[in-house]
């Protein structure tokens, strides 16, 4: 290959009908490794996948050979070689090299079989190479890609929030506050509020954001920073709102199983059972959830907020997510419109993923009276002053709207089945851990 300009195939072409007998170029990482007798058995990786490579000695002459052999996994390498059957191979089909460059060898990598979860953690950039995370975030990017393409066949406009607050919109007490030029400056929990003003002139408006949660909680499902797809869209009411929502998660769904099938597979899923989603998901109220938590022993009452428990008991059973409507006012952000027939309940719904997950969306309508908003505002104990901005909205021709949130890497949790959230974000922040 010395001087000759080549150009690489990517390993897929080793899968393709017409490969057997083909020589192929490719470049990559060496994934695995093990010699024996003359012969180096690698497994080469490239973005689209791994495949068995042999190379034997008297291919490649014994000089080459042993280079060969030094190469770390992780090293880099180029190698050129004939595609050939091979039944005891994964996929049956190997690449036979006899030319081979090193560009990388590289140290001895520090990720093996049998280390601990800190470790792993410790060495997360190294860790993202493991072909778990590869189809997680091949997952994941289709998620978000599946989701801007519904968004945009609505006519939701993608609009860029601010992460720069000087308020904090979701509860001070969750909030990351910073010194910013000798005032007080917050971290987004939710760029809702800038939606909403945003709504007017654009009518449906949705943003993709880091969001923050000063939680201290440890907990499988919080993340202190993570990916919040937040929508705002005026003249709908609540039940025009869940038939939205629920109408793009079947969308969504239902694209990632189409064009990730192998990814689900490999993580534990199988894409059949996103399929098999259909809009309306079940709804549930508050009162309803609440009465059947005690008939299943859990020691609620009307006005207990639903923890990781009681949203597990919930759904542990279904197949499906199931919306739970109409919480009580004192459990919810000031800015919910009440239920019309109803001053105790909120026009808001949690959408509870099945199989125990737990909440994966807040939705609520808005509440657009400025003295019922203003009044919600002091009842929080929030500083009138922080909100004048949002309450001119409520100023200038004020109409009925709704929205919701949801959290990317909650959806990606129950899609992928993980134990902890942590999972499905490259580098997770948790109270624990900001670094690497
Ligand atoms: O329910 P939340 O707090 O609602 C809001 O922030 C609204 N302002 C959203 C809106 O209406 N525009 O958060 C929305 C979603 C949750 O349902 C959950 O999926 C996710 O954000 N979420 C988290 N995900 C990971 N880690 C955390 N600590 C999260 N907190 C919320
Ligand atoms: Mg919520």
Redesign the pocket.
């Known amino acids: 290959m010395a001087g000759v300009p080549v150009a690489f195939d990517s390993i897929e072409r080793v899968r393709a009908a017409d490969a057997v007998g083909q020589r192929v170029h490719l470049r990559g990482w060496v994934h695995r490794s093990r010699s024996s007798g003359g012969i180096l058995f690698l497994t080469l990786r490239d973005r689209t996948g791994t495949v068995p490579v042999t190379i034997r000695k008297d291919a490649i002459g014994s000089e080459r050979f042993q280079e060969a052999e030094h190469v770390q996994l992780e090293g880099a390498v180029t190698l050129s070689g004939v595609v050939a059957e091979d039944p005891r191979a994964p996929g049956g089909r190997e690449v036979r090299a006899d030319q081979f460059e090193v560009v990388h060898a590289g140290e001895p990598f520090p990720i093996f079989k049998g280390q601990t979860e800190e470790f792993l953690l410790d060495k997360r950039h190294l860790a993202i190479r493991s072909q778990e995370f590869v189809h997680i975030f091949r997952a994941k990017a289709a998620l978000l890609a599946a989701s801007r393409e519904f968004l945009a066949q609505e006519h939701v406009l993608e609009v860029t929030p601010p992460i720069i607050t000087g308020t904090a919109?979701?509860?001070g007490a969750?909030a990351f506050e910073f010194d910013y030029f000798g005032r007080p400056g917050f971290l987004a929990?939710?760029?809702?509020?800038y939606?909403e003003a945003m709504l007017f002139p654009h009518e449906r408006v949705y943003a993709v954001t880091p969001?923050f949660?000063a939680?201290k909680s440890r907990?499988p499902?919080?993340?202190?920073?993570?990916?919040?797809l937040?929508?705002?869209l005026a003249w709908f009411d609540l039940e025009e709102l869940l038939g939205f929502t629920e109408r793009m998660f079947v969308s969504v769904l239902h694209a990632l199983a189409e064009r990730c099938p192998e990814d689900l597979r490999a993580v534990g899923r199988d894409p059949a059972e996103l399929t098999r989603l259909t809009a309306p998901f079940d709804r549930i109220s508050y009162e309803a959830a609440i009465e059947q938590l005690k008939r299943q022993g859990f020691p609620v009452e009307w006005g207990s907020d639903l923890g990781t428990a009681e949203e597990r008991a919930l759904t542990l059973e279904r197949t499906s997510p199931l919306f739970v409507v109409n919480f009580p006012v004192e459990l919810k952000?000031f800015?919910m419109l009440r239920t019309p027939d109803n001053p105790k309940t909120v026009e808001a719904a949690?959408?509870l993923a099945p199989e125990g997950y737990g909440?994966?969306?807040?939705?609520?309508c808005r509440e657009v009276d400025i003295d019922r908003l203003t009044e919600r505002i002091r009842a929080v104990g929030a500083n009138l002053a922080d909100y004048e901005w949002y309450l001119d909205l409520r100023r200038h021709g004020s109409v009925p709207h709704a929205?919701?949130?949801?959290?990317?890497?909650?959806?990606m949790r129950w899609v992928t089945r993980r134990e902890h959230?942590r999972d499905t974000t490259p580098f997770p922040r948790t109270p624990a851990r900001h670094t690497p």
Do not use: M, P
């Not at 929990?189 to 509020?193: E, K, S």
């Not at 499902?221 to 919040?228: D, S």
């Open positions: 919109a979701e509860g969750e929990q939710t760029a809702q509020l939606l969001s949660r939680e907990t499902r919080h993340l202190t920073e993570y990916t919040h937040e929508v705002e952000a800015y949690d959408l909440e994966i969306v807040g939705a609520s929205g919701f949130g949801t959290g990317i890497e909650r959806i959230i």
